[in-house]
């Protein structure tokens, strides 16, 4: 099942009644001249167990602790905005697994010659997909990424990621002058930030259903990163989100700002297709089949992770 991701952007009143969701409005509960009948009309219900994502986009959004604790209870990611209308903060749940505590043992028990075969399989499924859109989306010549996704060493020691990487990204917007691709870089950077802190947030809390510990990665090893696992296992999934941005660059006269128009096109990112073992699937089910895969490799049940691909 596809879970929903809700997006606030307006003061809400957010609590929970009989397993639902209930969402409101200041400015209606507060109206003293509106009949009860009219308020009931204008409160919203949800089941909670249908809620993947919430993103948090307003300083006057209320929650009640109830909500809080049967949203996490639901493994949902809760994704809080800051006052330049970007992602800052991510809550999950502790337990996701029946299992918990023999997976974070044996992922904490990995061995390095496991992590480096891993990381080796993350890099040359992250590359495919960037040649992809380099060659189907831009038009680019994609020989020598296809080439380097052969060559990728366990551990990625000759650092083709980052080879591919400055490749793909002087190749992505040739249009737009002066563009590099870092975090407070000119758009669409803030497209592609908001982007990925989604997509962080869908691997998040795949990891946790499947009882791993998001924080202890398999390559990132930032002390003051809570995602180092998150940030691994997205790697290959990155493409999908750049191809999306360059369709609405593409469609939008205006990308320079992070409207709200550009923002629902983005929240399309969980239920955007990809190719998973050789079916077609919502990336949010996809990425649960690839933490799966994942748990599976660190419980000596296989040693290949699951990735997605365009074709």
Request: a positive charge; hydrophobic letters at 40%.
């Amino acid at each position: 099942m596809i879970k929903k991701t809700l997006y606030f952007e307006n003061p809400t009143y957010l609590s929970v009644k009989n397993k639902q969701l209930v969402i409101k409005f200041p400015e209606v509960v507060k109206n003293d001249l509106l009949p009860e009948s009219f308020k009931e009309d204008h409160t919203t219900t949800i089941p909670i167990e249908d809620v993947g994502i919430v993103i948090l986009d307003n300083k006057q959004i209320t929650l009640t602790h109830g909500a809080i604790e049967c949203l996490l209870a639901n493994n949902c990611a809760l994704i809080t905005c800051g006052s330049n209308r970007m992602p800052i903060g991510l809550h999950f749940p502790l337990d996701g697994n029946n299992t918990q505590s023999e997976r974070f043992q044996a992922q904490i028990e990995a061995s390095l010659p496991l992590k480096k075969q891993l990381w080796q399989q993350t890099i040359q499924a992250k590359i495919i997909n960037q040649a992809f859109v380099l060659k189907n989306i831009r038009k680019q010549t994609v020989k020598n990424m296809l080439a380097w996704s052969k060559d990728v060493k366990s551990g990625d020691s000759d650092n083709l990621e980052g080879r591919a990487a400055a490749y793909y990204w002087a190749n992505m917007f040739p249009e737009i002058k002066g563009f590099t691709r870092k975090r407070d870089g000119i758009p669409p950077n803030n497209l592609l930030n908001y982007g990925y802190a989604i997509l962080r947030a869908i691997v998040a809390r795949s990891l946790v259903a499947s009882g791993l510990l998001p924080t202890l990665g398999i390559h990132h090893h930032n002390r003051y990163n809570a995602y180092c696992l998150a940030d691994d296992i997205m790697e290959p999934y990155r493409p999908f989100v750049d191809r999306l941005i360059v369709e609405i660059i593409d469609t939008q006269s205006n990308f320079e700002e992070l409207s709200r128009v550009i923002k629902i096109q983005l929240l399309n990112i969980p239920v955007t297709d990809v190719i998973i073992n050789g079916q077609r699937s919502p990336l949010m089910v996809a990425v649960s089949q690839t933490s799966a895969s994942l748990a599976r490799c660190y419980l000596g049940e296989t040693r290949k992770v699951i990735y997605p691909s365009f074709e």
